[in-house]
């Protein structure tokens, strides 16, 4: 189980992952479980269910590449491998740390205040970090969270915003590599699931062709759509204030 600490201005937030279930932790404003796998009721704490991919590691590794759709994804791969595109792990904190805040504050400006931003030394502490660099440049990354059983997709950002086609194309290519370099890494960890951290759900997706897009992307890995829990509970009422004034 993990728990991370969070700063949001003057409050005080938890998150914690991997918990079977949601129990109250004292001395903080907001507290998020995110993930949970069954459904409970339990006093004070509001739930969401909330649609994931995942995909099962169990599978031999020619099974979930041959999953993956061949033109959008599987392509996309070798091109990222053909032009020879680093992978590294855990090397870039500080390179993805900053390309995570521009990018948060250019996309999810309002989830930006209701999550909160996750520092560096917290990042370090918890987190796996995947970095795609072409001739030295980091072009973005995933940070992940992983247990004995599982590895979670948190954080996902990249420099492709503002760019031009060519560009842009070179780090969604690379996006790709590193989603197939997590599981491969995952894998051989004797890590049996691979969680996206998430889809919007269809009616949202309908609604909104840049979410429709999003869930298309993380289809095209192939993989198993299921329910998780999000499980939430406020104890300060200025936060509450704050947090449905953005919501």
């Not at 997590?182 to 998430?198: L, M, S």
Request: aromatic fraction near 14%; charge should be positive; glycine fraction near 6%.
């Amino acid at each position: 189980m993990l728990v991370l600490d969070k700063k949001i201005t003057i409050f005080n937030i938890k998150e914690v992952y991997f918990s079977e279930y949601p129990f109250d932790i004292k001395g903080c404003d907001s507290l998020r479980f995110y993930f949970c796998k069954d459904e409970v009721s339990l006093n004070g704490f509001s739930f969401q269910r909330k649609p994931t991919l995942i995909i099962d590691l169990t599978q031999d590794l020619e099974k979930i590449w041959l999953n993956m759709d061949r033109k959008s994804t599987r392509n996309s791969i070798k091109k990222a491998q053909e032009k020879e595109i680093e992978v590294k792990i855990n090397d870039d904190y500080n390179q993805f740390h900053a390309i995570l805040k521009s990018f948060m504050r250019q996309k999810r400006f309002g989830s930006f205040l209701l999550m909160g931003e996750i520092n560096l030394a917290t990042m370090k502490k918890y987190g796996t970090c995947f970095t795609a660099r072409y001739r030295g440049e980091v072009l973005g990354g995933h940070l992940y969270f992983e247990d004995e059983e599982n590895i979670l997709l948190r954080y996902s950002a990249s420099k492709r915003l503002g760019l031009d086609k060519n560009k842009a194309k070179l780090i969604s290519d690379a996006n790709r590599l590193l989603h197939w370099e997590a599981i491969q890494y995952a894998k051989n960890k004797g890590i049996t699931v691979y969680d996206w951290g998430g889809l919007w759900s269809k009616e949202e997706a309908e609604q909104d062709p840049q979410k429709r897009g999003v869930n298309s992307f993380k289809l095209s890995f192939g993989g198993e759509v299921v329910t998780r829990y999000e499980y939430y509970k406020i104890y300060s009422r200025i936060y509450n204030f704050v947090y449905h004034l953005f919501a």
